[in-house]
């Protein structure tokens, strides 16, 4: 496999994805064969800077292309999660105790038919749907609550001008 990079407290760098359909809905990806949804994300590899890992991460899970999509936003700051002892690989050297994630704004430029989850013949997803912005928080496992709530608290006056229309719907 690709070269993951852990750092030295163990945390393995990775970049996250919100899609945005440019009127306020948020891309929410179901895990294949499981009822466990979540945003794109995806490992960055040694050598590479965290937009290439965003670009090619979107076209491996998602199918899109770096000419779909415009980044809006990224978070300031790396936001790490702890990933529960008993889903940890034990035996990975260095230990992975979890991610540290840069996390992109993105708006879906281009059609959102291209969506598709096997560019690469090992699709981690095989559903997705547009959701109200803040939904996420409360429907991803437990661990990533914090981190989903601290990139949506930095990426909201981006979503702000959409807030206003999409209520009561």
Request: aromatic share 14%.
């Amino acid at each position: 496999g690709i070269l993951q990079v852990v750092d030295k407290d163990g945390f393995r760098a990775n970049v996250a994805m919100v899609i945005s359909d440019g009127l306020g809905k948020l891309f929410w990806a179901k895990r294949l064969g499981q009822q466990a949804w979540q945003f794109p994300q995806g490992g960055v590899s040694a050598g590479e800077s965290a937009e290439q890992a965003l670009y090619r991460e979107l076209y491996e899970e998602v199918g899109l292309e770096s000419g779909d999509v415009k980044i809006i936003q990224h978070t300031k700051k790396w936001l790490r999660y702890h990933i529960p002892p008993q889903m940890q690989r034990k035996n990975s050297k260095p230990l992975c105790i979890g991610q540290k994630q840069k996390w992109f704004y993105l708006q879906l430029t281009g059609d959102s038919a291209k969506v598709r989850f096997d560019a690469t013949g090992t699709p981690e997803f095989d559903g997705w749907e547009w959701v109200n912005y803040w939904y996420p928080i409360e429907s991803v496992v437990p661990f990533k609550r914090n981190v989903y709530r601290n990139a949506l608290m930095e990426f909201a006056p981006a979503n702000a001008r959409f807030e206003k229309r999409s209520r009561g719907r």
